[in-house]
């Protein structure tokens, strides 16, 4: 019978990491979510080889054009939806109750965390849960706004609605950069799953908790550009290695 880990599992260091740099705050990218079937926008086979997103996904496009873009979010946005919480969220919600770690900052905008049970979720892109009125700020959750197609209007005052998720060309919301940012300096353990660490300003946020003396762990297929200061870097799948050391910790942080 074939080996189907490299052994031993590296688990078993990174679950000391965790216990001697507290507090420790969580980074997950899309490799966190495409156990749940969600794609990887960004990967070879994305949605972006096939839908221009200069049309589809830009700020421009949807001040241009409103209802091309929310014909084509209400369509993928609403399987979004339908997708369930891996193993790997529930490991960090678990991970979270029994106090070890702090918070986890997410690229990702399908909301599986808060589904899973996290409490303190830092969505730095966006979510999909609401869309918003881009003048007053009136706020519709995202199954009133589809219900509304083929174009959600405010109904305060008119304007058509934007998925609160962060479209290429538009700022990230700063409220949570700022929480994010502070977070990542006052790690001890900054541990990075599942984000390749390509897309600023996220990326640089490991950066914050070393320029501090911190250290970081990064769990994630394939390469980034910050393995080389890593204390240890796992090449595996999030949900695996995320219950392994659900499993392998102590149950509480004394
Ligand atoms: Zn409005």
Known sequence: MGQLYDAPMPVDDLARLVLEHQPCVVLTGAGVSTESGIPDFRSADGIWRKYDPMEYATIDAFLANPEKVWDFYGKRLAALGDAEPNAGHYALADLERRG???????????????????????????????????????SLSFEEALAALPLPRCTNCGRALKPDVVMFGELLPEAAIDRAVRLAAEARLFLVVGSSLEVYPVAGLPLETLARGGTVAIVNRGETPLDGRAALRIDGAAGETLAALAEALPERLE
């Open 100 to 138: 070890w770690i702090d918070a986890v900052i997410t690229q990702n905008v399908d909301g599986l965390h808060g589904r899973a049970g996290s409490r303190k979720v830092v969505e730095v892109h966006g979510s999909i849960r609401t869309a918003s009125c881009l003048d007053c700020g009136t």
